[in-house]
């Protein structure tokens, strides 16, 4: 599935997800009672379990319920499957993805679900007390914060629950934690802009205007149907309006530059291919090739539209506006893989 509705499904309907969970239940109480009906019953069960995930993943009941469907069909593969998703939506940490390796799903697989969301809670809530319930909360913040950098948030559902999470830090008076982090969500999935939009406001408000100003244009580049920056600047001439104060001007070319260029090296780092592997070349005219133009077509080829779409947007901002055609191809992989 792709394009709007695609992401529409990926933001968490509680209600629809409650609605579908209850319909699961329902059948699998039917199945229990009617032995003749009871792969029809749960074949219901399973596919409203499916739904009710598919329309809110951040609600541990959804994924406990059809883990129990799948243990009471005897299913280890689909339970398998169910927890390497789980995993997924959590990051990719290597540590919870090994645990998988040659253990008996429908032994322990239930108890591995549950081990996941003690550790985990997708509820940011429920994280944020957890973490206030350590012993020292500011070194449960460093772990986490560490831990961030080497997890994987190129699934829309992470870049979301990780997303939730870093909301209740800036909350609670973490903004530079907030802000360091939000970078490596936005490396790996650059077109959540909900979290550009969040991270400009915190730049405007603490009148850091430069920054402010990217985060706003990375936002209508992403949603030109949309004029966050263009509003801003309208805030920034009323705000200075009857003041002496030299009116503010746009980021130069370099500072533009220099903020996707450490955009593209935070992408670089869950880069599927080698920052300086080279294309052999052996046409004539393959050797005329802009080089930049060969690193976007390696890019795309092995699937990395994010440092894909930083190297473009960078190009476009020092004046080459034939990568513009390649940001809108990053951006047509973001929408597929939505």
């Keep these: 599935m792709s394009g709007d509705n695609a992401s529409l499904l ?15 239940q329902k059948f699998a109480r039917l199945a229990a009672k009617d032995e003749l009906r009871f792969s029809e019953n749960m074949a219901w069960a399973e596919q409203n379990a499916r739904q009710a995930l598919l329309h809110d993943f951040t609600d541990e009941q959804n994924w406990r319920c059809l883990a129990d469907l799948k243990l009471i069909l005897g299913d280890s593969d689909g339970l398998a499957a169910l927890l390497e998703d789980l995993f997924v939506v959590l990051g990719r940490d290597a540590d919870q993805v090994d645990q998988l390796k040659g253990i008996d799903f429908l032994m322990v697989g239930v108890e591995l679900l549950e081990a996941a969301f003690l550790k985990d809670p997708l509820e940011p809530d429920v994280w944020w007390a957890l ?11 460093n772990d986490f914060s560490e831990r961030c950098k080497r997890l994987d948030f190129s699934d829309q559902r ?7 999470r870093l909301e209740r830090l800036r909350a ?10 939000s970078r490596h969500l936005l490396a790996h999935r650059p077109n959540n802009h909900e979290l550009w939009m969040e991270l400009g406001r915190l730049y405007e408000r603490r009148s850091e205007s430069d920054e402010a100003w990217l985060c706003y244009d990375h936002v209508q580049q992403l949603r030109p149907h949309t004029t966050p ?16 104060a030299s009116p503010w001007t746009r980021p130069t070319v370099e500072k533009r530059s220099e903020f996707l260029n450490q955009m593209q090296s935070l992408s670089q780092r869950i880069s599927v291919s080698s920052p300086l592997s080279e294309p052999v070349v052996n046409e004539p005219e393959e050797q005329q090739k802009d080089p930049d133009l060969v690193r976007l077509e390696v890019l795309m080829e092995a699937g990395d539209a994010s440092e894909a ?3 473009a947007r960078r190009l476009v901002a020092n004046g080459e506006a034939w990568a513009e055609t390649w940001v809108e191809k990053a951006k047509a992989t973001f929408e597929a893989s939505s």
Excluded at 172 to 181: A, H, M, P, S, Y
């Design 172 to 181: 609670n008076g973490r903004e530079e934690t907030f802000i360091e982090l």
């Design 131 to 141: 973490l206030e319930s350590m012993e020292s909360t500011d070194e449960a913040v």
């Design 309 to 311: 779409f930083f190297l």
């Design 10 to 24: 990926q933001h968490p309907r509680r209600n629809l997800g409650n609605r579908y969970r209850s319909q699961a």
């Design 229 to 244: 920056r263009d509003e801003y600047l309208a805030r920034l001439k009323e705000g200075m309006d009857g003041k002496s």
């Design 158 to 164: 992470a870049n979301i629950v990780y997303g939730r």
